[in-house]
Each structure stands twice: as C-alpha cells, then as structure tokens.
C-alpha cells in the first residue's frame, strides 16, 4: 500500500507546481494591463473552455484520489471488510485508555480502532516518530468511531488526540504504544 | 506642513469631518472600528506565532486558548462583518440611487456589532473561556475547565452581534425594496426577484425577458445576505442553546450534555458556519470585484448574465457544502461525505473560477490601465483566492483529509490565506477606492507608505500561509501546542512573515491616520451638523 507519506509528497510537489503557475500568471497579467496594448474583449469560447476545464478538474480529483489513495475505498466500504485485528480504545477525561499497554500488530494485518469518547468529542491520530501523521478521525461522544488501516511495514507509532478538547487535552499523547513487527 | 500639524489636521488639511453626511460618517465609524478590530487580530496572531515558536511566560496555556477563541471571531465579526456592513450600507443605496431605509438602524448595527465584539473579546480575555469558535458540544458547556460566568458574557456578545447582523440585512432588503418619500411607487416585488436572482432564472424559460432592476453588485449584496441571515438564525439558536446550560448551572441545576446529539449538534452548526465562509463571503468577494473591476476599468462587466447566475448557484451551493468539515467523522454517513463534503464543493471551484475569469477578462478590456492603489490590492485579492480556494477543495477530498484534516494545511494556505490574502486585499482595495468619495476629497499622506502596505501584506500574507502549511503537510496539528521546538523551523518562518503583516498594517493605520489627522478621526465619531438622508454633500 501506498504510505501517506507518499501521497502527501505528491501533493506538496502538485500544489507547489499550481502556486508558481498562478503566481507567475496573475505577474503577466499585471505587466500586461498596464503595458503598451489595445483593450481587447475577451472570446466567449475561452470563458467556457476554462469553465469546462473547471468542471473536469473538480469532478476528477475525487475520481483519482478515490482510485490511487489505497484507504479511500477501504474507509468508505469499512464494513465489507474483517479486520485482522480490532482495538477497542476508550477516551475520558482528557486520557486513552487501551486494551494494553502495547498495541501490537503483524506487517500486512487490516487493524480497526474502534474509540469511543465518554464525555468530550476528541480525535485520534496515529503519527511517525518524525511527527508525521499517518492518518487521523474524530472521536465524537456517544456515536461509533472506527477507523480500518491496512499497516504494510514495521514502525512505531504514537497516539494523539488530533482534536481540541479544552486547554486539559492538549497533551494527549501515548508516545510509541503502536508497535508493527515483522 | 509640519508632522505635528499634518498628525493633528491631516494631509494638507484637507479632511473636514464637519462636512460630512451621517451616512459618511457612519460608514467610516464602520471602517475605523474594522481596522482596530483588525489590529487586535494582529496583535492576537504575533501572540500566537511567537508562542508557537516558543510559549511566552506571560501567556498561559488556557489564556493562548482563549486568544485562539478569540481570534477568529473578532476577525470575522469585529473587523470583516464591520468592514463590509460599512461599506455595503453604502454601496447599496449608492447604487439603487436613493437613501438608505433607516440610518437609525444602521446606527444600531454599529453599535451591537462593536460592543458585542468588545464583550465577548472582554470576556474571553478575562475568564479564558475557550472553546474555539467550533465550539464542539459539550465542549461549550464544560464547566469543570471553563468558568460559566466568562461564558455567558461570551456568548452574549456574540448575540449581540448576531441581532446587529439581523438588523443589517432588514436594512438592505428593505433599502432595496422600499419608496422614499415623494417618490413614485417602487416595484418592491419585483425588485426584490431581481436581488434575489429570481427574475433571471424565471428568464431561462420564457421568451419575454424581464430586465435586471437591481445593479448587479447589490444582486451580490443581497444573496450574501441571504446567507447572513440565516448563519444569524443558527449562531442565535446555538447561542441561547448554550445559554440555557449556562443559566442552569449558574442556578445550581446540572443539564444533561447528553440530551445534545454531539454529531448533529455538528452537522447543524456547521451547516450554520459554512454560511459564512463557503457562502456570504465568496458572494460578497466575487460582488466587490465586479463592481471593482467595473470601476476601475470603466467597461460593463464580462459575462454579465452568466455572473449573476453564478451568485445565485453560489448561494444554493453554500447551502449544501457543509459535510466537508466532516469528512473525518466515521459517523457522518458516507452519502453526505461524497455528495456535499466532496462533490458539491468542488463546485466552489467552478464558481470562484468564474469570478475570478471574468474579474481579469474585465480589467483585460480596458488596457492599458494605470496600476493604482484599488487595482494592485484587486489584483492581490483575486491571487489570495486563486490560490487557496484549490488548497480547500484538495482537503475536502474523503482521501486526503485522512491525512490533513486539523493540520496547518487546513488553516494555512487555505483559511489565513484566504482570509488575510483573498477577503482583506479584496476590502483594501475597497477601501482605497471609496476613501476620496467617503472623506470628501481626502488625499492618502503617503503613497511610498501605500506600496509598503501592499508588499508587506501580501508577501507576508501568502509567506505565513506556505508555511504553515508546510508544516502542516508534516504532520503539525491546529488547535495544538508543540513545545519541544518539533516544528520551529516553519513557525520561525511563519512568524517571520507574521511581522511582515504587522509591519504593513502599522503602515496602513499609520497612513490613514496621517491622512485624515487625529482631529479628523475624532469628528468621525461626533454628530454629524448635515440633516440630510442624502449619502453625498449637495455640493
């Protein structure tokens, strides 16, 4: 499986590569308005062609991310699929609470972390020890959270609350009690 | 003329606050509270920056939560909201061509929205309530970290805002709609279809094509009104919801949290929310650059039709876009995920596309034009949403928020950049082009100091925003404190570039101070001698 590393690397190289476009357009624009030249109306085709480009490039964004983001499909569809392992986490009073004091997976296993908050809605996030982030939901009271993550290489992972629950739940972390072997 | 002299009387002498309409003056008393609001939230985010890098010994944690709180919503209601209820009090009967329905009740907008901002402002500062202005439930009503007394004055002056907001929009409506005296009878019914965008979609099909009766700017006007008024329902229905909790604490009762679904407490406060940000201001934005560009190029607008059509899909869209910010809630059902967090806000592209193409194809028609103050701060707003609106729309993708969902990215290159880039450069602009009209020939002290404004601004606008979005994609939470320096690199940098943006708005008030001198700023705020409804001095 694609790491989300990867995914967000493409999107930093995808973005950065827009800004310059734009930045670089919107620079000709200003040269040109105000440099030597006639005032020309714009052509009705070029309006809709780039109202179709438009059009295209919204709808197929979903489109790609949906068919080259490995978890997008699995998020969606959670239920269709049997998890190789479930933890069930519990969130009160600004702490995790685990199963145990590790949570240990095998490389390859489809793990589902089934939170449930008792008073705050909080979130639960998943990060590398660089502080990258692996993936992230919210933990909403009194409702189901569950999340099914497909881990395809060893690592150590740190649990943190990505949501804001009040100046008490700022430190909300478990630090390496994620735990992929081979 | 000396410092001292132009300090005290202004640019050559020229403002003369005595020879202003009330309608002038409550529009610049408007703009000046903007600006101070806007100063704060300035202040608040160097705060923010600086304790991001490194925590401040004079700032707690629950008081850096509490600015966080405040923050956003002194920028949006104190500062933007008194901007652009300022200016379209203004604009609107400017350019229907008859005075404004009641200057009284714009007096009274005025007066709700600056107090309400200062309470709950005050309140926050005091009690550090601090529950964001997400105010997730039971987070608002969780008394065990915030004191309850700091919240019902907060949440009371957000009311207060949100009547000065209701009274803002009867005014519009009815300035749009209403006969003044002496006037031959209005078509109120058909000039409010108009606003509204109902006459030209009736015009699709049929043959007999009715005309526009309102100018297409107050058509903007009017659907972001729309929207105002009903985020001003949602915040006031919430408002008193949390309010009841409050009160029943503070008589000793303890209310139950639970009785509150906390997921669709969300969907419904965000559906209320996204009014503002997805709905009244992309309307109020795309409306001000139409009418910029009509103003500055003097050509009619490109497209015009297909324009005031796309206001109106804008508005329907903001109505239905609101499940993006829940796209990283399992419990959010899938269909609301694709369908409105996904699908039907990439529509937003589409139609910020639109207005974007057909602002440029405008100013195109007229080359060459002289690159003034309205037209590079134009131009600057136009690169600010180009360039955060695809930043949105990325996040807003079911694969995507999994990894950025409450990072920096969210509130980077897309909120900030937006906000301080897109929405503020876009008021400026404004601002430079209604500052003659509004002080009777005014003239700016400084047009080195107008450059500086500009440059610091924008690069430290998008500058602050690129990196914290960077380290966002890192992996760097919102709403979080990092204080092992794990991110420091980009928040030295942001922070850089966060004194960039302080640097130019020093400079801006700087000016404007020194063009309309201290005396001139004080006469604002006095009675105005002219009895007259009229928004211009006859002569």
Redesign the interface.
């Known amino acids: 499986m694609i790491d989300s590393k990867m995914v967000l690397t493409g999107q930093t190289l995808a973005y950065t590569l827009y800004c310059i476009v734009i930045i670089l357009l919107i620079v000709w624009f200003s040269i040109m308005i105000t440099g030597k030249g006639k005032g020309l109306a714009v052509k009705p085709a070029l309006f809709y062609t780039f109202v179709g480009f438009l059009t295209v490039l919204g709808v197929s964004l979903h489109i790609i991310t949906y068919n080259t983001i490995p978890w997008a499909e699995m998020d969606l569809n959670r239920s269709d699929y049997k998890p190789d392992k479930t933890f069930v986490i519990t969130v009160k009073d600004h702490q995790f609470f685990l199963p145990s004091e590790k949570l240990v997976i095998n490389v390859n296993d489809k793990v589902l972390f089934d939170v449930k908050s008792e008073d705050l809605t909080y979130g639960f996030g998943l990060f590398r020890d660089d502080n990258s982030m692996m993936f992230q939901m919210q933990v909403v009271p009194g409702h189901r959270n569950d999340i099914l993550w497909h881990f395809d290489r060893e690592g150590v992972y740190t649990i943190r609350s990505t949501e804001y629950s009040g100046p008490g739940g700022v430190f909300m972390i478990k630090k390496d009690v994620v735990q992929v072997l081979p | 003329m000396s410092f001292i002299n132009t300090l005290i009387n202004g640019e050559e002498g020229l403002f003369k606050s005595e020879t202003l309409t009330p309608m002038q003056k409550l529009t610049l008393r408007f703009v000046v509270v903007g600006l101070i609001y806007f100063g704060f939230v300035v202040i608040e985010g160097m705060l923010m920056r600086l304790y991001e890098v490194k925590p401040l010994p004079f700032i707690t944690?629950?008081q850096f939560?509490a600015i966080m709180t405040a923050h956003p919503l002194v920028g949006i209601f104190g500062s933007t909201y008194s901007i652009v209820f300022g200016a379209f009090l203004f604009l609107v009967p400017f350019l229907m061509k008859k005075p404004l329905w009641s200057i009284k009740l714009g007096n009274w907008t005025f007066i709700l929205v600056t107090a309400g901002t200062f309470i709950f402002w005050f309140a926050g500062f005091i009690s550090?309530y601090?529950?964001?202005y997400?105010l997730?439930?039971?987070?608002p009503a969780?008394f065990t970290?915030?004191s309850v007394w700091g919240g019902t004055f907060f949440i009371v002056g957000i009311a207060l805002v949100m009547v000065g907001s209701a009274f803002f929009v009867i005014n519009i409506f009815k300035t749009i709609t209403y006969t003044p005296d002496g006037w031959e009878k209005q078509p109120s019914k058909a000039l409010l279809a108009s606003a509204l965008g109902i006459t030209g979609f009736k015009n699709l099909f049929t043959k007999n094509k009715k005309e526009h009766l309102v100018p297409l700017p107050v058509a903007a006007v009017a659907r972001g009104s729309v929207d105002v008024a009903l985020n001003t329902a949602i915040i006031l229905f919430t408002g008193v919801l949390i309010l009841v909790y409050m009160v029943a604490s503070i008589l000793g009762f303890d209310l139950k949290e639970?009785a509150i679904?906390?997921?669709l407490y969300?969907n419904w406060f965000w559906w209320g929310l996204d009014l503002i940000a997805d709905g009244l201001v992309l309307i109020f934005v795309a409306g001000t650059w139409y009418l910029l560009a009509t103003m500055i190029s003097g050509?009619p607008l490109?497209?015009q039709n297909?324009a005031r059509a796309a206001l109106l899909v804008e508005l329907i869209v903001s109505w239905t876009v609101w499940s993006h910010h829940?796209l990283?809630?399992?419990?959010q059902p899938?269909f609301l995920?694709?369908l409105s967090g996904?699908?039907v806000t990439?529509?937003e592209?589409?139609t910020q596309?639109?207005a974007f193409?057909?602002t440029?194809?405008t100013?195109?028609?007229?080359?060459?034009?002289?690159?003034t103050n309205p037209l590079?701060f134009l131009?600057g707003g136009?690169?600010g949403f180009?360039?955060a609106v695809?930043?949105g729309?990325?996040q807003a993708?079911?694969?995507?928020n999994?990894?950025l969902?409450?990072?920096q990215w969210v509130i980077g290159?897309h909120v900030h950049v937006a906000v301080l880039v897109g929405l503020t450069m876009t008021l400026y602009s404004a601002v430079y082009i209604l500052f003659p009209i509004l002080t009777n020939g005014a003239k700016m002290y400084s047009q080195k100091l107008v450059s500086v404004h500009f440059w610091c601004h924008l690069i430290g606008g998008i500058g602050m925003g690129?990196f914290m979005g960077?380290a966002g994609?890192?992996?760097?939470?919102r709403?979080?404190?990092?204080i092992n320096g794990?991110?420091n690199l980009y928040m030295i940098l942001a922070a850089i570039c966060g004194t960039l943006l302080l640097i130019g708005f020093l400079t801006f008030f700087y000016n404007i101070v020194m063009s309309v001198g201290l005396k001139g700023v004080i006469g604002i705020f006095t009675p105005s001698k002219i009895k007259t409804k009229d928004l211009l001095p006859a002569n």
């Open positions: 944690e629950s939560f550090h601090a529950p964001l997400t997730y439930w039971p987070l969780d970290q915030f639970t679904d906390a997921l969300k050509k490109f497209m297909i829940l990283a809630d399992q419990a899938g995920k694709v996904e699908m990439a529509f592209l589409i596309g639109l193409f057909i440029l194809a100013l195109w028609s007229a080359r060459p034009l002289k690159m590079k131009i136009l690169l180009a360039l695809p930043a729309i990325m993708d079911v694969g995507l999994r990894i969902h409450n990072t290159p690129a960077m994609l890192k992996g760097m939470l709403r979080s404190l990092y794990e991110f």
